[in-house]
């Protein structure tokens, strides 16, 4: 039994996972594995799919619970001068907060990493976890732009606290999604006011979760400035912070 996809040839038992020859050298540029009913030898397939396999830009393992074993495989590979993944899309694998610390480490320890867009929703994280990806987007040398912890209901005001600290300093995110991740207005505060300082952040969604309406439209009123401020930092920081004091004494 075979399963040919995206450039990666993937048997049953994983015993062996080889690229597909061709002569387009964008062929294994994507490396996509959807399923939960193999019996998973996690370093084979890492080590071929990308650890060997430099072309690799795109990598997207769904629903196959690859756990703790799988996330430090793959973070050994994201430790590698030649590992060139971009995006890593890792939606329902239960890697928990151990699997992100791995994670997160090996991207820090590889100033070389490309990695802009990472997604570990539903994936066990709690606000511990979100405290260590606090601590790669306070890194200088991050290079992430879009990261979802979507459906993370653990993560909860403690976990958004940490992540709104980090983007006081981190002037390269983009996009950072939080649906369903139990936060609250408290969370939502916390923010609102690092908003006055981080002038990049172009999108925070906070859906699913138990924010009250006011607070989602200011955190669009301010996001949306960093689209368009374009180096109008001052009226922009002024504007959110009255906007979160204005919440706050509404709130009291």
């Excluded at 084979?44 to 799919?49: D, I, L, R």
């Excluded at 653990?154 to 980090?166: E, K, M, V």
Aim: with cysteine.
């Amino acid at each position: 039994y075979q399963r040919r996809v995206h450039g990666v040839v993937a048997r049953r038992n994983l015993l062996s996972c080889n690229l597909s020859a061709g002569d387009d050298t964008t062929a294994n540029t994507h490396v996509t594995l959807k399923t939960a009913s193999w019996n998973k030898q996690w370093n084979v397939f890492f080590a071929s799919a990308v650890g060997e396999n430099t072309a690799a830009r795109h990598l997207d393992i769904r629903k196959s619970r690859m756990g703790i074993e799988g996330a430090r495989h793959l973070a050994r590979c994201l430790t590698l001068p030649s590992c060139g993944l971009q995006t890593i899309f890792l939606y329902r694998n239960a890697i928990g907060d151990e699997g992100a610390s791995l994670l997160c480490s090996a991207l820090s320890a590889n100033s070389s990493s490309n990695l802009q867009r990472l997604n570990l929703c539903e994936n066990c994280i709690s606000a511990a976890g979100a405290a260590r990806f606090a601590k790669l987007l306070a890194d200088p040398s991050c290079q992430l732009t879009h990261l979802d912890l979507n459906r993370n209901p653990l993560i909860g005001d403690a976990g958004a606290a940490d992540l709104a600290r980090s983007l006081r300093s981190n002037q390269r995110l983009c996009v950072l999604s939080l649906r369903g991740d139990g936060v609250a207005d408290e969370g939502a505060e916390h923010f609102l006011n690092a908003l006055e300082e981080n002038c990049t952040l172009e999108a925070l969604f906070l859906q699913e979760n138990s924010v009250s309406s006011h607070w989602i439209e200011a955190l669009e009123s301010c996001t949306q400035q960093n689209v368009a401020a374009k180096g109008f930092v001052a009226d922009k920081r002024s504007e959110c912070g009255e906007l979160c004091r204005t919440l706050f004494e509404a709130s009291a």
